[in-house]
């Protein structure tokens, strides 16, 4: 091993169970973690999440607990006012992201939401320093003798996927909410997982 | 208040949590075909007594309590989809691929984008040496 590795140790995969699926042989039950602790481009990743990620858990939309959605739930609720409540969630977000896209998102956000805190050369430097925690996903297995590299989306078990993620469905969104605005009495995401409250008719809705 | 009891669904929520977690232990230990007085059941089942949602079994202890077999199949299932991993045996440069290759690789290329990108910015300079 240390003639093949040679000091430098790679995150090594492992699966975390889905427990709403039931475990069919050949099939996958499960999402697939690389383990960040023993990757190089941690601090990368570390310093991406420490500059962006409290930013974006300040967007309106972002719902931070439960008990945060049922103060907000009480609050716009207007007595004898009919209206929806829906749940929603976004079906494989972190496969589903595509990196260029991803890039896209943060850049968009830095622009939009961070009230010029971010000099130009900085908000350079942040989306290099992303790039290279999106593309330097390199994985060990320890069953098999070779290695792997992710080639797509960004990896679970990466602490910048969560503020990547956020901000790459907040992108999504933008458009679709201020058309939807004067419908939309609340709308909060927890990562994947949307609530909605509807003043509108249900066929709009559907 | 437009919704009744919505100030005690807080609660009624770990009720039922907790519930889940004790009734998901023993359904992921049944599926692992793992003996159901383990050490591992014992202690998801202490710590979902008590309410610790850190160890949730949606999330953690399904797979802990898997084989190893299950672990191994589960792993190259994933691994096996070509469109999001890709297997890598050799360097550009033809050499057998090592991981201080793949490191050494990638302090190159950083160090080539960080001095394009922190040129005369003293902040952007020191922050690169820390992440390097």
């Known amino acids: 091993m240390e003639s093949v590795t040679n000091g430098v140790e790679l995150p090594a995969p492992y699966p975390l169970a889905k427990q709403h699926k039931a475990i069919v042989p050949g099939k996958a039950s499960s999402r697939l973690i690389v383990a960040q602790f023993r990757s190089y481009v941690r601090e990368l990743s570390n310093f991406f999440h420490m500059q962006l990620n409290w930013l974006v858990n300040k967007h309106p939309t972002i719902l931070k607990n439960s008990r945060e959605l049922v103060a907000r739930i009480e609050g716009v609720v207007p007595l004898g006012q009919e209206c929806f409540l829906d749940s929603a969630e976004v079906t494989a977000l972190y496969p589903s992201m595509d990196q260029n896209t991803t890039m896209d998102a943060i850049q968009w956000f830095m622009d939009t939401h961070c009230n010029s805190r971010f000099p130009t050369e900085t908000k350079r430097f942040i989306l290099i320093i992303l790039k290279f925690v999106l593309t330097e996903t390199y994985m060990r297995y320890d069953g098999t003798l070779f290695f792997l590299e992710q080639i797509s989306s960004s990896a679970m078990g990466v602490i910048s996927s969560v503020c990547c993620g956020n901000s790459y469905l907040q992108y999504c969104e933008r458009k679709v909410l201020v058309i939807w605005k004067a419908r939309i009495t609340l709308y909060k995401r927890f990562l994947d997982n949307v609530a909605l409250q509807w003043k509108g008719t249900l066929l709009e809705l559907v | ?132």
């Open chain 2, 1 to 132: 208040m437009y919704f009744k009891g919505l100030e005690k669904w807080v609660n009624f929520f770990r009720k039922e949590q907790r519930a889940k977690m004790l009734n998901a232990t023993d359904m992921q230990m049944a599926r692992a075909n793992l003996p159901s007085e383990s050490y591992m059941v014992n202690l998801f089942h202490f710590l979902a007594e008590a309410g610790i949602h850190l160890v949730k079994t949606d999330k953690n202890a399904g797979s802990l309590a898997w084989s190893r077999e299950l672990h191994h199949e589960q792993t190259m299932i994933h691994l096996n989809d070509a469109n999001t991993y890709q297997r890598i045996e050799f360097h550009s440069d033809g050499s057998p691929i090592t991981a201080r290759k793949i490191f050494e690789d990638f302090i190159l290329r950083f160090d080539k984008e960080m001095a394009e990108c922190t040129k005369d910015l003293p902040g952007l300079i020191i922050a690169a040496r820390k992440l390097r």
